[in-house]
């Protein structure tokens, strides 16, 4: 294959992997700490696009003129509602729902998804067609051969992963790290010792919707368009992601997110038809779980009888 | 069974299916916004009012007086019928509501007795639909064997997720389905042979050289609804998959069914074959499905992608939950409920999905048991304890 083409799948790919990782650690977090797969995720990354845009939107009216600055502010302020959004959703209908079936849960999340999505749709000013999300960041091209590398996705991959490091050393080296994870061990181990145990669950929500407010807003800058639905699928391919890498664990989560780019972009290559990549990396997914039935890194406790 | 239901007159029961099948009628037949609305809100506060130990009473006057609880149930249901004789729209919606039962019953057996999630039941309905499309577009080929093609390839189909299903459980076994969901419609979407986005048309069922889809003339002159004929058709087939589900619940299957639900591990201890039962109830809930959407889409005469969606999937699941999961006759007025109310309420229409979602919401954090809860089984409903 011609470098330069194959460079352009890599460079796709990785931004894509980007994406979905940080949906997948989002859906990792949140089952690492209450054992529950919040499935309105994916719509909270949505309304997270559209808190962006907003933002933008006010920005610009106030007559700010730097790019750059206010993609950071439309960043910020989406990361800051959908933290909030995040923890009311645990508040009110996760955390009530502890002892109730894991399939309630699964549902009761998924109908929150569906209320978000369609509250956008019909509330959000012409919220059902598809929104242009403004090019922000300074697109100069870098040419490398035939492949032009542009600026803009090169400071978005960079800020993904920045975003995907900081959480992991926030929870793998801080001390609120160090709750979350005694809580994902063993919540009343936990409580015992003096863990306040809502609060440790609320801000892990917190930090899984932030991320996924700022994959919300990358998806909109590389896209360069939003709409109401963009919610669904991301959030389907991030719990593939963080399924087939193994729930609970972060690398597994990150590796999910790559490994599900990485099929979807062999897909669109090696099909004449491009809209196959979905049905190739999907199909790919149902065999892994066949083949690893709780993911490529393995759930590290044994199963409770 | 306690004092309850020694005193449960079979009376009551009748008397509460009488008033089932006039509000029904009323709301079927209402016409004007304010009407449907005046008789939502009517029957939610009679609802209210009744309290549950009106409802207890209710049910086990049903549980205690079964088979004329059925038959008054069924001369009811075909008087209501019956009345609609001339109304297409009526018609519509009420072989929809009983095809989506059946639909629902599968995924009744698959979830509520075996514990199977399955969140691509529009996936099974649409396999059936698409089987319906294929098959009758060739002359030659009896359209009843359609049906019963489609419940097969549905099992079939559905039988390629049935090893992956087994080797996982809970949220990965979800994941399972719902890629399956989304890699049905997105195959649908691009494949040629299958219409792409537009979707097939389907021609309309003719059994034995009865079209279904002609107006039925009556000896003395009139014209009755060709939707009668699909009507009667899915009653039939949902009293089948009715009497199917409760035979099955009854029987020793049904019973291994529980245990394998309620504690895998444990049933695995006492000899129950885990594999086999899980394999049992996903294929039947599947090849149900796949009949009741064969039949769903030679009535409405096209079938596309859009119709199979994991949003419609998850429709599917709502109606069981809402009608009590692993609770059969829940599942009709669930149906009727989440199909109907939509379609009569114009004004509510945009916000269907919105309000759909909302009221899931509000059931699942209030009566996580769903509407009629699943009772206990009554093996000799006559017996009384000492």
Redesign the interface.
């Known amino acids: 294959m011609d470098p330069s083409l194959l460079a352009q799948y890599v460079f796709n790919g990785a931004m894509l992997g980007i994406i979905y990782a940080m949906v997948a650690v989002g859906f990792t977090l949140f089952f690492g700490v209450l054992d529950v797969i919040k499935f309105s995720h994916g719509d909270v990354l949505m309304v997270g696009a559209f808190t962006g845009l907003t933002t933008y939107l006010a920005l610009d009216a106030i007559g700010m003129k730097s790019g750059p600055l206010m993609a950071a502010g439309a960043m910020l302020c989406a990361m800051l509602a959908m933290a909030a959004l995040g923890a009311a959703i645990a508040r009110w209908l996760v955390l009530p729902l502890r002892n109730a079936p894991p399939i309630n849960v699964l549902l009761i999340t998924l109908m929150t998804g569906t209320a978000l999505r369609e509250a956008v749709r019909l509330f959000y000013p012409a919220g059902a067609n598809p929104k242009p999300f403004p090019n922000l960041l300074p697109s100069a091209a870098l040419p490398l051969g035939d492949f032009a590398l542009r600026t803009d996705n090169l400071i978005l991959l960079f800020v993904g992963f920045s975003a995907v490091v900081i959480v992991h050393l926030l929870v793998t080296r801080s001390k609120l790290g160090l709750a979350i994870r005694a809580v994902a061990q063993d919540a009343e181990t936990a409580q015992i010792m003096g863990m306040n145990f809502r609060r440790v669950v609320l801000i892990t929500f917190a930090l899984g919707s932030a991320l996924a407010a700022l994959a919300g807003v990358t998806a909109g800058l590389y896209y360069s368009e939003i709409n109401f639905g963009m919610g669904l699928l991301l959030g389907v391919i991030g719990f593939s992601a963080a399924v087939v890498g193994g729930l609970g664990n972060l690398y597994g989560a990150i590796l999910g997110g790559f490994l599900f780019a990485a099929l979807q972009t062999l897909g669109a290559v090696w099909f004449t038809v491009p809209a196959y990549k979905d049905v190739f990396a999907f199909a790919v997914v149902i065999l892994l779980m066949a083949w690893r039935p709780t993911g490529l890194i393995a759930e590290r406790s044994a199963e409770r009888v | 069974m306690n004092a309850a239901s020694q005193s449960a007159s079979p009376w009551l029961g009748m008397l509460a299916l009488l008033f089932v099948a006039m509000f029904a009628f009323a709301f079927l037949r209402a016409e004007q916004q304010w009407q449907v609305a005046a008789l939502a809100a009517v029957g939610t506060i009679g609802l209210l009012l009744m309290g549950r130990s009106n409802m207890r009473r209710i049910e086990s006057s049903w549980a205690a007086h079964q088979s004329s609880m059925q038959w008054t149930a069924i001369v009811l249901s075909a008087i209501v019928i019956f009345l609609f004789r001339e109304d297409h729209f009526a018609l519509l919606m009420i072989a929809t509501v009983m095809l989506f039962s059946v639909a629902c019953l599968g995924l009744n057996v698959q979830?509520g007795y075996a514990g199977v999630?399955n969140f691509a039941g529009a996936a099974f309905l649409g396999i059936g639909g698409y089987t319906a499309a294929m098959l009758t577009a060739r002359p030659g080929i009896p359209h009843g064997f359609v049906i019963l093609v489609a419940g097969l390839l549905a099992g079939l189909i559905g039988s390629l997720?049935i090893?992956?299903l087994l080797?996982?459980?809970?949220?990965?076994a979800?994941?399972?389905t719902?890629?399956?969901a989304?890699?049905f419609r997105?195959?649908l979407?691009?494949s040629d042979t299958f219409g792409g986005p537009q979707g097939l048309k389907v021609s309309g069922l003719r059994i034995f050289g009865w079209s279904f889809n002609d107006n039925i003339e009556t000896p003395w002159g009139g014209e009755y609804s060709f939707y009668l004929n699909y009507v009667i058709l899915s009653f039939l087939l949902l009293g089948v998959a009715v009497m199917l589900v409760r035979r099955l619940e009854y029987s020793w299957l049904g019973l291994s069914l529980d245990a394998v639900r309620i504690d895998e591990?444990a049933a695995s201890v006492f000899g129950f074959d885990v594999a086999r039962w899980k394999i049992v109830a996903f294929t039947l809930g599947n090849a149900l499905a796949g009949v009741a959407g064969a039949v769903y889409a030679m009535m409405t005469g096209f079938v596309a992608p859009a119709n199979f969606t994991?949003?419609e999937s998850?429709i599917l699941?709502?109606i069981v939950?809402l009608g009590g999961v692993g609770n059969p006759i829940g599942i009709l007025p669930a149906a009727a409920l989440v199909l109907i109310l939509p379609e009569k309420l114009q004004a509510i229409q945009?916000?269907r999905?919105?309000l759909f979602?909302?009221f899931?919401?509000l059931v699942?954090?209030f009566r996580?048991e769903g509407l009629l809860p699943r009772r206990m089984r009554v093996y000799a409903p006559r017996w009384r304890s000492p």
């Open positions: 979830f999630v997720l090893l992956p080797r996982t459980r809970g949220h990965y979800a994941l399972i719902i890629a399956f989304i890699l997105t195959f979407e691009v591990t994991l949003a998850l699941v709502s939950i945009e916000y999905y919105l979602s909302l899931v919401i699942l954090l996580p």
